[in-house]
């Protein structure tokens, strides 16, 4: 089975190939902005690397968020275009769980895993993990100052972009935490690890990913639906 992977979720771009069980070819850069212009030429790399069509691909995978709502519609508008035009499968896989199963050992081997991402305003996205990635909670967008109410009992090892943030909210709340040594954002190669686990030729196809968003946009509709007011007269 051969998977093209590919993330724009957070600060970094990636795009990865799956072939039976092993990476092929992988790249990553970390990045803030310019993803849609970095994702097709890294796909373009790795299906070279690896020796691989469009036509041979059985299935795409992508992450659906939650992250920057610009670089969730760069990805997901990528994945849905190339499922629509070579007629291949499309997997979304949470930013959370792409994080979380991508953590060293050492992380995952002390006790509860929270993954903290960054949502560029006051609060953090955020979802705890056992130590076999499982979820403890559903995912929110809260204040730091509720990840205690949030996270289970017990030490907690924070990692995502937003780790030093909830750590400093747990530790104020008496909580026994600390920043994980793992990077914390999301990797194509996780991914596409996650997808084939997941679905395998001759299961049913999944339907359309779709972005995973815990709060609304910033940007809004006016209530007047965008319509020009006439200027008053003079």
């Not at 995978?61 to 007629?87: C, D, K, S, Y």
């Not at 909670?137 to 996270?151: E, K, R």
Request: with cysteine.
């Amino acid at each position: 089975m051969r998977i093209l992977a590919f993330d724009t979720a957070a600060t970094a771009c990636s795009a990865a190939i799956w072939i039976d069980g092993t990476i092929a070819a992988r790249r990553f850069e970390t990045m803030e902005r310019g993803q849609a212009e970095a994702l097709m030429p890294m796909v373009d790399a790795v299906l070279a690397v690896a020796a691989t069509a469009y036509v041979d691909l059985n299935l795409i995978a992508v992450t659906i968020g939650p992250g920057a709502f610009t670089g969730l519609r760069i990805g997901l508008a990528a994945a849905r275009g190339l499922a629509l035009a070579t007629g291949v499968p499309c997997l979304g896989v949470t930013t959370f769980d792409a994080v979380a199963h991508g953590t060293a050992d050492e992380d995952r081997g002390r006790g509860i895993l929270l993954v903290a991402l960054d949502a560029k305003r006051s609060d953090v996205y955020a979802q705890a993990f056992d130590g076999a990635n499982i979820s403890l909670c559903a995912p929110v967008a809260t204040l730091p100052a509720g990840l205690s109410d949030l996270v289970p009992a017990g030490p907690v090892t924070v990692v995502g972009d937003a780790a030093a943030a909830a750590r400093d909210a747990l530790t104020a709340a008496g909580r026994d935490a600390v920043v994980g040594v793992s990077p914390g954002l999301p990797d194509a190669a996780t991914v596409a690890g996650l997808a084939a686990a997941r679905w395998r030729p001759g299961d049913a196809i999944p339907p359309p990913p779709s972005p995973l968003y815990l709060r609304p946009p910033d940007a809004v509709v006016p209530r007047d639906g965008g319509r020009r007011r006439p200027s008053p007269a003079l």
